[in-house]
């Protein structure tokens, strides 16, 4: 079974930065795609962004809203992804979480999922 | 990338159907059969209820199925029960490499 554990998450100050990682197991991690999605308060599901496995590149993909200012990346030796988050904004404010893509299902589904963090931008 | 559209909300009696309906462009849910559906409950993590427009993933109920027509894919529950009441997401791969979701459809079992 796929199991997904954020970390990192907390209160940041705007203008700030802060780093997430997701801890992956009972997956074959340097073949499956990674991706952040986050929900503010209130709001739906966004997606973030993505890291491919090393086989395909692993090269990333951004949402509009934070290409430039977020960074993806995957650590294979420790089964980990990270989302280093700079110039954090207000509206940056969500629940952040970890999950995999097409790994169990295949057709970019987002199939297995984290329980997620929470990352608050105030003053 | 604009967020696909979903009604914000439905509602059905305990044994009914419903529908959710998901409307994107060409340029994602038209253009792909990578329409995936996720059951959320506050507080949990999304949990992926149909992928590829109408596939189940194993020990999904089959009260659940999902189909597409033109740039609409539509979700459907039978049988409704108290459990189903949860919010239900779409999502689809785009023409740009990203993945976009719908705005979210909260059901209400009455």
């Known amino acids: 079974e796929v199991q997904l554990v954020e970390s990192g998450g907390g209160l940041i100050k705007p203008g700030g930065s802060l780093r997430l990682s997701c801890a992956a197991s009972g997956l074959t991690f340097s073949i499956a795609w990674m991706n952040w999605v986050r929900q503010a308060p209130g709001k739906g599901l966004e997606w973030v962004g993505r890291i491919k496995s090393k086989s395909h590149g692993g090269t990333t993909d951004y949402a509009a809203p934070v290409k430039g200012r977020f960074t993806i990346s995957r650590d294979e030796s420790e089964n980990t992804v990270y989302l280093q988050m700079n110039s954090l904004k207000t509206e940056d404010t969500a629940v952040y979480y970890c999950?995999?893509?097409?790994?169990?299902?295949?057709?970019?589904?987002?199939?297995?999922w984290g329980q997620g963090t929470q990352v608050t931008v105030s003053s | 990338q604009s967020a696909l559209t979903q009604p914000a909300s439905v509602s059905g009696s305990p044994g009914q159907s419903i529908t959710i309906s998901c409307t994107g462009t060409?340029?994602?849910?038209?253009?792909?059969?990578?329409v995936s559906w996720y059951q959320h409950h506050p507080g949990k993590a999304p949990k992926l209820m149909i992928y590829?427009?109408?596939n189940r993933p194993s020990g999904v109920s089959n009260r659940f199925s999902g189909s597409k027509s033109g740039n609409t894919a539509s979700l459907t529950i039978s049988g409704l029960q108290a459990e189903d009441e949860a919010d239900y997401y779409c999502s689809s791969y785009t023409s740009s490499s990203s993945v976009v979701f719908g705005g979210g459809t909260k059901l209400t079992v009455l």
């Open positions: 590829a427009v109408s």
């Open positions: 060409s340029s994602d849910v038209g253009g792909y059969d990578y």
């Open positions: 999950a995999t893509e097409g790994y169990s299902f295949g057709y970019h589904s987002i199939d297995s």
